[in-house]
C-alpha cells in the first residue's frame, strides 16, 4: 500500500452534508481502489475515518458514524479530507480543535488537504488559507469573507489547487473534487471509470450558472443600501453613476470606494450582477426570445449582452436558457 488518505469526521458543526462528503469520499475512493485492483495494480490509498470521537453524531441523532481511529492515532497520511460543516459556523468549537492541530502537523510533514465546500470554514481556521484562494458554496462566501478576510475566496470556481491544498465549491459539487483528485493522485482512466460508473460529470470547472444572485446586502453602509436598492428598481435604464453619487451628496471616488467595500463589487459590477439575475430568471421560465430578454434588461447590443451574460454564468444565454428552460426545446 504506498499512501495513507485519512477521511476527517468532525464531532461537532456537522451539518446535514457532511456525512454525504464522508460517505461519498470512501465509497468513490474505495471504488477507485478496486478499479486498480481489477487491473492488476496496487491500490493507491490505505483509507481510514478519523474523528476527534470513537463515535460522532449527526443530523440531531438521526445518524451516527464510528470513526476507525482517532486522529491522534495517525501520525503521518498523505492526503486529508475534511467535509462540509454546518454553514452557521460562527467560529470553532472546542470539540474540534484536535482536527485543526491535525491539519497544522500533517500539512507541516507534507500532506496535501482538500475540503469540500463549507469544510472551508474548518480549513481556514488552521490559518493555512490566508492569501490563498478558496472556493466554497456562493450562498456562504460572504458569511466566510466576513469570518475569514485574509482568504481569496473565489465563489464562481468550482475546484481551487494550490500549494497542496484544495477547496471546492457547495452542494454536492464535492463529488467533483474527489474525481479530480482520484486523476491526480490514481490517473485518468480510473477518474473517467469513476465519473462513469457514479454517474458524475467529469471535467466541470465553474459553479457560476448555478448562483443566484440576491444583492449584497449584509453591511452597515446605508447610502451604499440606498444606491442598491435605486439600482435593483431601475436596472433596465440608462443609469449614471456620477448622478446617482450626487443624489446621495457623495463625492463619485468616494462613492465607488464605499460601494466595493461595502459589497465586494464595483457599482457596473453590481448593475451587471443585477442585469444579467433578471435575465437569468426570464430565460428560465418565460417563452421570451434572447432579443426580448436582452431589451427588457437594459441591454442594446448583443455582442455585450453575451459577453457579460458568459462572463456571470459561464454559459452564454442560449445554453443557459437551453439548459434551465424546460419549455425550450417545445
Known amino acids: 500500500m504506498g499512501k495513507h488518505l485519512t477521511i476527517l469526521v468532525p464531532d461537532m458543526q456537522a451539518g446535514p452534508n457532511t456525512i454525504s462528503c464522508i460517505i461519498g469520499a470512501y465509497h468513490i475512493f474505495s471504488g477507485a481502489n478496486n478499479y486498480r485492483i481489477e487491473k492488476g495494480n ?15 453524531s449527526f443530523i440531531k441523532g438521526l445518524l451516527q458514524i464510528q470513526p476507525q481511529c482517532k486522529v491522534t492515532d495517525i501520525k503521518a497520511t498523505d492526503l486529508v479530507i475534511i467535509p462540509a460543516v454546518a ?19 500533517q500539512y507541516k ?5 482538500a475540503c469540500m465546500c463549507t469544510g472551508a470554514y474548518l480549513l481556514a481556521s488552521t490559518g ?12 456562504t ?46 490517473d485518468r482512466a480510473t477518474a473517467v471509470y469513476c465519473s462513469k460508473i457514479f454517474q458524475i460529470d467529469i471535467d466541470r470547472h465553474t459553479q457560476s450558472d448555478f448562483v443566484i444572485f440576491a444583492g449584497q446586502k449584509s453591511h452597515d453602509d446605508p447610502v451604499v443600501k440606498l444606491a442598491q436598492q435605486y439600482i435593483e428598481d431601475n436596472y433596465y435604464e440608462k443609469i449614471s453613476f456620477e448622478a446617482l453619487s450626487r443624489k446621495y451628496a457623495v463625492g463619485r471616488r468616494n462613492f465607488d470606494r464605499r460601494f466595493i467595500k461595502a459589497t465586494g463589487n ?15 430568471k426570464a430565460l428560465e421560465s418565460t417563452r421570451k426570445t434572447i432579443s426580448e430578454v436582452m431589451y427588457e434588461t437594459g441591454y442594446a447590443d448583443m455582442k455585450a449582452f453575451r459577453e457579460i451574460f458568459r462572463k456571470v454564468t459561464g454559459l452564454s444565454p442560449l445554453a443557459y436558457k437551453s439548459k434551465y428552460n424546460k419549455e425550450s426545446d417545445l
Request: include cysteine.
Open 266 to 280: 464595483t457599482p457596473l459590477e453590481y448593475l451587471q450582477r443585477v442585469k444579467i439575475e433578471s435575465a437569468k
Open 42 to 56: 496496487e491500490p493507491v490509498f490505505d483509507i481510514q475515518l478519523a474523528g476527534v470521537a470513537m463515535q460522532s
Open 128 to 139: 493555512l488559507l490566508d492569501q490563498r484562494h478558496c472556493s466554497l458554496h456562493w450562498n
Open 109 to 113: 510533514q507534507g500532506a496535501e488537504l
Open 141 to 186: 462566501a460572504a458569511h466566510f469573507k466576513r469570518l475569514f478576510p485574509k482568504v481569496k475566496v473565489q465563489p464562481d470556481k468550482l475546484i481551487t489547487d494550490e500549494n497542496g491544498i484544495y477547496t471546492n465549491g457547495g452542494g454536492y459539487s464535492f463529488l467533483n473534487l474527489i474525481l479530480y483528485l482520484v486523476e491526480k493522485f490514481y
Open 87 to 105: 454553514p452557521d459556523f460562527n467560529g470553532l468549537a472546542k470539540e474540534n480543535e484536535p482536527l485543526i492541530r491535525f491539519m497544522n502537523d
